[in-house]
């Protein structure tokens, strides 16, 4: 288990210090992490594993700054602006796409909301659509998607807008195992393209193997692993023995 005092540095995107998080008071609260002390550095391969309900969810929110820890700290020391969509993106495990936009606008939506002109816009969003293999559901609604496709659709809007860290939530859940491996495979070769770290949290050893820092969750409380060298690489692409 990683020491309090390891948690420094530089390149460190994001930090917790015995960031916990509590639903509810009196009897009825519920704690979801126990004071989690960990860091995610630039360039981190980091898979998080433990049953459901172990937390694993709200320690990604915590991560992303979409919940905030009722004791403990979160902070983002690398980040110039914080955890905003072009330097934090999070892949959601449940249903993220605004129904009223088609796959093109929502997966376009960060880049707009940051500013850019419309057009290059939607040409980033086909091309990252492209990348998870989704190019024919542009015109779609989301309502018209199954929980795989979306999935894939999620991946594709985070990818859009650059994040320096990609929060991943059982990217692989709904999906195929053959796609689940391609939505790996584009997960890691845009963290590398982009130099961005990248978190995910599965249930799938095959997923969790493919990443070469392992944590794990159980009942609230984080393990961190054994930090790998720098220079280790992520697995190659697994491959289907014809």
């Known amino acids: 288990?990683?020491?309090?005092?390891?948690?420094?540095?530089?390149?460190?995107?994001?930090?917790?210090?015995?960031?916990?998080?509590?639903?509810?008071?009196?009897?009825?609260?519920?704690?979801?992490?126990?004071?989690?002390?960990?860091?995610?550095?630039?360039?981190?391969?980091?898979?998080?594993?433990?049953?459901?309900?172990?937390?694993?969810?709200?320690?990604?929110?915590?991560?992303?700054?979409?919940?905030?820890?009722?004791?403990?700290?979160?902070?983002?020391?690398?980040?110039?602006?914080?955890?905003?969509?072009?330097?934090?993106?999070?892949?959601?495990?449940?249903?993220?796409?605004?129904?009223?936009?088609?796959?093109?606008?929502?997966?376009?939506?960060?880049?707009?909301?940051?500013?850019?002109?419309?057009e290059p816009a939607r040409r980033r969003a086909l091309d990252c659509l492209a990348l998870v293999g989704a190019t024919g559901l542009a015109d779609k609604l989301p309502e018209e998607l199954s929980g795989g496709q979306a999935q894939r659709v999620a991946v594709a809007r985070v990818l859009a807008a650059a994040p320096l860290l990609i929060l991943a939530d059982e990217p692989t859940g709904q999906l195929d195992r053959r796609t689940g491996r391609h939505v790996v495979d584009v997960l890691l070769a845009s963290a590398d393209t982009l130099g961005a770290a990248l978190v995910v949290t599965t249930h799938d050893p095959a997923v969790a193997r493919r990443l070469p820092q392992r944590w794990t969750m159980h009942d609230g409380r984080l393990r961190t692993g054994p930090r790998p060298p720098r220079d280790m690489p992520a697995a190659a692409p697994e491959r289907t023995v014809p």
């Not at 309900?53 to 991560?63: A, I, N, P, R, Y």
């Not at 919940?67 to 979160?74: D, F, K, Q, S």
């Not at 690398?78 to 796959?103: C, K, N, W, Y």
């Open 1 to 118: 288990m990683s020491r309090p005092d390891a948690v420094t540095g530089p390149g460190v995107l994001v930090r917790c210090r015995g960031a916990a998080r509590t639903y509810g008071d009196g009897p009825a609260a519920v704690v979801a992490v126990h004071g989690a002390t960990c860091e995610v550095r630039t360039g981190d391969r980091i898979a998080i594993t433990g049953p459901s309900g172990s937390g694993k969810s709200t320690l990604l929110h915590l991560m992303a700054g979409l919940e905030t820890p009722t004791a403990g700290r979160v902070v983002w020391p690398a980040l110039a602006r914080g955890p905003v969509p072009d330097q934090v993106g999070v892949v959601f495990q449940g249903p993220s796409l605004i129904p009223a936009l088609d796959v093109v606008e929502n997966t376009a939506l960060p880049l707009v909301l940051a500013g850019r002109p419309e």
